[in-house]
């Protein structure tokens, strides 16, 4: 199946954000319920990051959406103190709220790949409850480099893929 990547509209939010209800529901079936609560994220950051242009989508031949995932240049705040250490300080790019709609086996891959075209450096974090993020992870190179927290307080899992 042929796919692509491209930037988010306003037109998309709809659709994006039942990505995201999909998303919650599978994490919750699969041991994860606590990493998008309260209906994170909300509309309002994903309209913020479409009009940055940092919301992409995943979209098959006909223009359906079938994945979605943030892609912004760093520095990000949340990364400045790790317990452990990046890879590299090289200039970096961040993956963040990769979600699909679950019809296509390996479409994470295909975003991370896209993604590895287009930064020298990626990061990304993940719930340590996420053992499915975190196998992508490791199968796509990232590295295990230790423990950031988020706007909440809640320690995540950070990886670094340096390329």
């Known amino acids: 199946m042929s796919l692509s990547v491209r930037n988010a509209t306003l037109d998309d939010l709809k659709e994006i954000m039942h990505l995201f209800s999909l998303a919650r529901l599978f994490m919750k079936k699969q041991g994860n319920p606590n990493q998008w609560i309260n209906n994170y994220p909300s509309e309002e950051l994903i309209k913020e ?3 940055r242009r940092v919301c992409m989508v ?4 006909t223009g359906k959406i079938l994945a979605t995932f943030c892609f912004l240049p760093g520095p990000d ?3 400045s103190h790790i317990e452990g250490a990046w890879l ?5 790019y961040v993956i963040h709220r990769l ?3 679950g019809s296509i ?4 891959d295909f975003c991370i790949s896209w993604c590895r075209n287009h930064a020298v450096s990626l990061r990304l974090d993940t719930h340590e409850d996420n053992k499915i993020m975190q ?3 490791k199968k ?3 590295v295990y480099c230790g423990i950031i927290y988020v706007a909440n307080g809640t320690p995540r899992l950070a990886y670094q893929l340096d390329l």
């Open 49 to 51: 990051q479409i009009e």
């Open 58 to 61: 995943c979209c098959d031949v």
């Open 77 to 79: 705040p949340t990364y």
């Open 88 to 92: 590299s300080d090289r200039p970096y």
């Open 99 to 101: 979600a699909s709609d």
């Open 105 to 108: 086996h390996g479409i994470a």
């Open 135 to 137: 196998h992508i992870a």
């Open 140 to 142: 796509n190179g990232f």
